[in-house]
């Protein structure tokens, strides 16, 4: 069936690193792939979007490319800021009406 | 627009009372999703409308639990008897058909002692 498989946290970098959270998935047909971040004691806030092969979202200096041959859907951003810190899920529609949600990755970014 | 909306943000509650939930879409979304979280997993679905339509059901979801969504507006979700393992984050989100993407309310946080 479709499913999400996300990278494990928790990820804990500093300021102005590298971020790459890892997510691959399972679908049938042509799925839209999304990026989630969830902030402490709120609900999910949409961070980036692909609808098609090799599409590329990108948002507040994140970035994910949707890569068919890989099913991955990688996200990266080049420097980490403190407000960063979150939980962030991989999200996958695929033509059926559901969203399925990997489990989730904690990011903390210190100063 | 304020975006989706959901009432009350905490409930506590005795094992084997009912509650209710209400979630209030963006004005325009004609699909509307329920999910449930759990501490440290991702949204888990429940159930979805379009319009006033209830079209899918997950298995997880028992007979104790119902949604309407009358008039194709605000929905609400209703727990019947609930137990120790409800205790959880109740999510809506909304979207427009063919748009793909949902927004999420802040959640409801139910505690059953």
């Known amino acids: 069936g479709d499913s999400v498989t996300q990278m494990e946290g928790p990820v804990t970098l500093s300021e102005e690193a590298f971020l790459t959270i890892n997510c691959t998935y399972t679908?049938?047909?042509?799925?839209?792939l999304f990026w989630y971040v969830q902030y402490p004691g709120e609900g999910l806030q949409l961070l980036l979007k692909a609808t098609k092969a090799d599409d590329k979202g990108s948002n507040k200096g994140f970035e994910a490319t949707y890569r068919k041959e890989t099913t991955s859907f990688h996200l990266e951003k080049g420097s980490v800021q403190v407000s960063d810190s979150a939980v962030y899920f991989c999200?996958?529609?695929?033509?059926?009406?559901?969203?399925?949600f990997g489990t989730g990755t904690s990011l903390t970014v210190i100063p | 627009d304020t975006g989706v909306s959901q009432n009350p943000r905490h409930k506590i509650t005795k094992r084997g009372q009912n509650v209710t939930f209400r979630c209030d879409p963006i004005s325009e979304h004609n699909r509307l999703y329920w999910y449930r979280q759990t501490l440290g997993q991702g949204p888990e679905f429940l159930t979805y409308f379009q319009n006033e339509a209830q079209l899918e059901k997950s298995r997880l979801l028992s007979d104790r639990f119902s949604a309407e969504r009358p008039k194709g507006s605000f929905s609400t979700l209703e727990i019947q008897r609930t137990e120790q393992g409800d205790s959880a984050m109740y999510l809506c989100?909304?979207?427009?058909?063919?748009?793909?993407?949902?927004?999420f309310g802040q959640g409801t946080r139910l505690t059953v002692v």
């Open positions: 989100a909304s979207s427009l058909s063919g748009q793909g993407e949902a927004f």
């Open positions: 999200a996958l529609k695929p033509t059926g009406n559901q969203f399925y």
């Open positions: 679908a049938t047909g042509y799925p839209s």
